[in-house]
């Protein structure tokens, strides 16, 4: 059987993930990412070129998976809210994998300003706002209500006391509610 080098860049993509989302970038290491790849370790930096430029691919792989399962739709950021909800809710280390690049990066990249100002420029002529800051926060408020549960800690998520599922479909309704509310608070058009 030959080398299947798609094979093994896909193999170092799902093993560096692992290794990011449990210890950051600064915890990883390259070792133990090519041996849960099935990889030597030169193979990291022959298709990525360094650690960091592997967390960069990590991350862009995983975000694009998150946009396929949760797609922006400013007409409809009540359905892009409860997606973005379930994709969250489904696969918590992306957003621990965007956390710990937060931490230890601390700001975003050029690429991902750009794509939250395209956003943000789509909410403003979606709900008719009359500037691009008014839509920003419009964006980061509904954002920040869709990842609230995925950020909570279990025990505070139960707090209230019933059956998981049941509480995440419940808290799942409030965010469709409140992000409905807002839309409706500041929609000019």
Same mark, same amino acid.
């Given at each position: 059987?030959?080398?299947? @080098?798609?094979?093994?860049r896909?193999?170092?993509?799902? %093993?560096?993930?692992?290794e990011? +989302?449990?210890?950051?970038l %600064?915890?990883?290491r +390259? ?8 990889a ?6 022959g298709?990525?070129? @360094?650690?960091?430029a592997?967390?960069?691919? &990590? ?5 694009s #998976?998150l ?5 922006f739709?400013?007409?409809? /950021? #009540?359905?892009?809210a409860a ?7 489904d696969?918590?280390? &992306? ?8 931490? !230890? ?6 690429? $991902?300003? !750009? ?7 789509? =909410?403003?002529d979606? /709900?008719?706002?009359p ?6 926060? =419009?964006? $980061?408020? =509904?954002? %920040?209500? @869709? ?6 800690? #279990?025990?505070?998520? @139960? %707090?209230s ?7 995440? !479909? ?8 409140a &992000?409905?509310a =807002? ?7």
């Amino acid at each position: 059987m030959g080398y299947d @080098s798609a094979a093994t860049r896909a193999r170092l993509i799902d %093993a560096a993930f692992d290794e990011f +989302v449990e210890r950051g970038l %600064a915890g990883a290491r +390259v070792d133990r990412i090519a041996a849960a790849a099935k990889a030597n370790k030169q193979a990291i930096y022959g298709y990525f070129g @360094s650690k960091d430029a592997l967390y960069d691919a &990590v991350l862009a792989a995983r975000l694009s #998976v998150l946009a396929d399962k949760a797609p922006f739709d400013p007409d409809d /950021l #009540v359905g892009y809210a409860a997606a973005l909800f379930d994709a969250l809710g489904d696969a918590p280390g &992306v957003l621990r994998l965007t956390q710990w690049i937060r931490l !230890e990066r601390g700001d975003a990249t050029p690429g $991902e300003i !750009e794509s939250h100002l395209d956003k943000a420029r789509a =909410v403003r002529d979606a /709900l008719g706002l009359p500037d691009e800051a008014l839509a920003t926060d =419009v964006l $980061e408020l =509904v954002i %920040a209500m @869709s990842m609230t549960w995925a950020t909570m800690p #279990v025990s505070l998520r @139960s %707090a209230s006391g019933g059956a998981a599922r049941a509480r995440r !479909e419940a808290h799942r309704q409030a965010l469709i509610t409140a &992000v409905d509310a =807002v839309c409706r608070a500041f929609k000019t058009n």
